[in-house]
């Protein structure tokens, strides 16, 4: 009996010093990376955003994770906020969506850190964002401004500040390191205009380019400058800004830079702003649909209005840029279009000024035209709702380009007459790197691969599609997709 007493105890030492070595293995964890939706000073249009972050690298057995929201940059504030035990959702995201309220017009700060299976964990990666329920509600009444002409002081590539064509605004203007103290950029837009906002993007991957401190100037020869009230920043951290200024009346604007993070000063776009209501577009007579360019320079991704028209059933399109758009321009519309199209985009949202796409969340809210929405259209249902609805997916579904034996095939989750000559599952032409990630309560999920591809409104003629029924190429299995809505819309029409 001694014998066995003796034996169990030493197994128990064993175990126990076991353990406890396990526990003081220590392994690298990379921070998890918050580049995701929300980004640094995204806005958030819902009080309950869905945190969204790639997740980390390294560490021994199962990552999880633990993030804190708090109204102080010191995470000890009242509001703090604090989740643990978040799992990864696949081999590159995580998120979590905050369960009661925020606190509206309010800034957040936002950290996220990964734990192993040993207690190990990795440093706590930071953001920041905004809430701000009002913010995509209205249209803003504002147009884009036409630049004529940019001289700078220094640099190269500064056709790429006014380069809207640009996929993601990537390429930018900058000085050439390390360059004189102070920077100015110069625009001529041609003639006198009435400015009321200024939109700029930096460097989009890092802090390094940021403008800290800087002034705009205003001028009507171009050689006498006058400084514009509200339109200069001191100790800027961000790489978006939106100015709103009081109208001015100038036709030259002038950039000073007198303060940068890193070895030059880096500026990737600039769009200016007139307080003006968009013009009512000549509508073609008869049947037509409208089509929404929601590219950067307002063009649709695919020949979406090509494609259409070679249906064979009998309509015309135009199409019209997503800021020139609104509830009350389709309203003013002497023919209605019985249909609208949302189409496809090839840009990071954060990279884009959002609120030029408010006049399209009006016409989801309060339009009973037939709608669909195309990729970014599609997307852009979701966003109605909340911005960070829709997320980076980690990787790109390029399924134009890639192996089709790879692709994993979109399930029909519901009998719908949009599915009609449509066989289940079926492939379809995947161009993105963005997607819906919640369904909004107005929408019901009607086909799905790994993610959300379809959508339909449950009271509303709306539906999205994530996929491009559009496409023209051999395997492309959805093209009934889009017809089906097209005939819908026209016996709804008739």
Not at 38 to 48: A, G, K, L, Q
Not at 94 to 117: C, N
Not at 223 to 247: C, G, M, V, Y
Not at 271 to 290: A, D, H, R, V
Request: glycine share 4%.
């Amino acid at each position: 009996m001694k014998k066995a007493r003796y034996l169990i105890i030493y197994v128990m030492v064993s175990l126990a010093a076991f353990s406890c070595s396990r526990t003081n293995i220590k392994a690298d964890i990379t921070k998890p990376r918050l580049t995701n939706n929300p980004s640094w000073d995204v806005i958030c249009t819902n009080e309950r955003p869905l945190l969204s972050f790639f997740i980390s690298k390294g560490g021994i057995g199962k990552r999880t994770y633990i993030m804190e929201l708090d109204t102080s940059d010191k995470f000890n504030s009242p509001n703090l906020i604090k989740y643990e035990n978040i799992e990864e959702e696949n081999e590159f995201l995580a998120s979590k969506r905050v369960e009661k309220p925020l606190l509206d017009k309010s800034r957040y700060f936002w950290r996220v850190k990964a734990k192993d299976s040993l207690g190990n964990e990795s440093k706590w990666s930071v953001t920041r964002f905004y809430v701000d329920t009002t913010y995509n509600k209205k249209y803003q009444n504002l147009q884009r401004v036409q630049v004529k002409s940019i001289d700078v002081s220094l640099g190269f590539d500064k056709k790429n500040l006014i380069d809207y064509s640009d996929p993601g605004q990537v390429t930018f203007w900058q000085s050439t390191p390390p360059g004189p103290k102070k920077n100015w950029l110069n625009f001529d837009l041609g003639e006198e205009k009435i400015i009321s906002r200024i939109w700029m993007l930096s460097n989009t991957d890092s802090d390094n380019g940021w403008l800290e401190d800087f002034i705009w100037q205003k001028s009507l020869d171009g050689k006498s400058w006058q400084t514009i009230e509200k339109a200069s920043l001191n100790n800027n951290d961000t790489f978006r800004n939106l100015i709103d200024i009081n109208p001015i009346k100038t036709r030259y604007l002038k950039l000073t830079i007198n303060k940068f993070k890193g070895v030059a000063p880096q500026l990737n776009c600039v769009l200016f702003y007139t307080p003006q209501k968009p013009k009512i577009p000549i509508t073609p007579s008869g049947k037509y649909i409208l089509i929404v360019g929601d590219q950067m320079n307002g063009y649709t991704f695919t020949q979406l209005e090509n494609y259409i028209e070679s249906l064979n059933l009998n309509i015309k399109t135009i199409v019209v840029p997503h800021w020139e758009i609104s509830l009350d321009v389709i309203c003013k519309l002497k023919n209605k279009p019985i249909g609208i199209i949302f189409s496809g985009n090839n840009a990071d949202y954060p990279n884009l000024p959002m609120f030029e796409y408010n006049g399209l969340f009006e016409i989801i809210r309060n339009s009973n035209i037939p709608l669909l929405g195309i990729c970014c259209g599609h997307q852009m249902l979701a966003f109605t709702y909340g911005y960070t609805f829709v997320r980076s997916m980690g990787w790109e579904d390029l399924t134009a380009l890639e192996n089709l034996n790879q692709v994993t095939p979109i399930k029909i989750l519901k009998n719908d007459p949009i599915f009609k000559n449509i066989k289940n599952p079926f492939i379809a032409p995947e161009v993105h790197g963005w997607s819906i990630a919640i369904v909004p309560e107005e929408f019901e999920l009607i086909a799905e691969s790994t993610y959300v591809q379809a959508i339909k409104h449950k009271s509303k003629f709306i539906y999205g599609e994530q996929f491009h029924a559009e496409i023209e190429v051999p395997y492309n299995e959805a093209k009934p997709y889009l017809i089906n809505f097209l005939k819908m819309a026209i016996e709804k029409a008739n």
